[in-house]
């Protein structure tokens, strides 16, 4: 069976809904960057192996890589799902698991990449927002783009109330990404492209916006 590490830095609703979710496959452990996350005692709570590799620890980013390398190799997962891992990863980490490694995004990616997405959206008044799963390339917030969901912004919308619709899609297209994978239907390629077989005609990959009325 194949078997998945997920890496949090937080709350880890993500996370909570992949260790919900009815995957074929199995979640190894769940790691964490910062030893107080919510999320590791959830994962706990459930039986799932968890551990920390506080990025304070190490003298840079190298060595701090390097020791999360190893912690997650252990388990020698097939797929590493970064769910609200708040940590930059640097190149050599990245090309180890290049085309098994994904993450999360709250925004319609290439858009707002980084931090505040939510309120960068309402600034630049755009009418759809919502996130994206994508394969983890060098770049922050970049890669190879899996699933999208879309959310309309209200104009009666604050950041709280948009940032939870957002979340809302995220916990439906994300345990749907990693199904996929763990299906073997979804790969990176070699040209850096996603393939997703059976998506050719279903358009499986675009959850639209669901255009309920303003609250
Ligand atoms: C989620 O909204 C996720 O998309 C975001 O952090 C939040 C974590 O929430 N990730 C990023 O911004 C990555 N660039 P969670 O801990 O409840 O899953």
């Given amino acids: 069976m194949k078997s998945i590490v997920i890496l949090i830095s937080g709350r880890g609703s993500n ?3 992949l260790l919900d979710a009815v995957l074929p496959g199995r979640i190894a452990a769940v790691i964490s960057n910062r030893p107080g996350s919510p999320g590791l005692a959830l994962a706990a709570s459930r039986g799932v192996a968890t551990s920390v590799v506080d990025h304070k620890a190490y003298p840079d980013r190298a060595a701090f890589d390097a020791a999360l390398a190893e912690e997650i190799e252990r388990h020698g997962p097939d797929l590493v799902v970064l769910a609200g891992f708040m940590r930059v990863l640097g190149d050599d980490f990245v090309r180890r698991f290049e085309g098994r490694m994904m993450n999360i995004h709250p925004s319609l990616l290439p858009a707002f990449p980084g931090l505040d997405t939510h309120g960068r959206a309402l600034s630049a008044g755009v009418k759809l927002h919502g996130c994206t799963v ?8 970049n890669g190879p783009i899996i699933i999208q969901a879309g959310v309309p912004v209200f104009p009666s919308d604050d950041t709280p109330r948009l940032a939870a619709r957002v979340l809302e899609q995220e916990h439906r297209i994300y345990p749907q990404a990693v199904r996929w994978f ?8 070699a040209a850096g492209t996603v393939r997703l077989e059976g998506d050719r005609e279903e358009g499986a990959s675009l959850c639209v916006p669901a255009l309920d009325p303003a609250p």
């Fill in 15 to 17: 996370m909570e809904v």
């Fill in 134 to 141: 994508h394969f983890v390339t060098p770049t922050l917030d």
């Fill in 182 to 189: 763990l299906e073997g239907r979804l790969s990176l390629t």
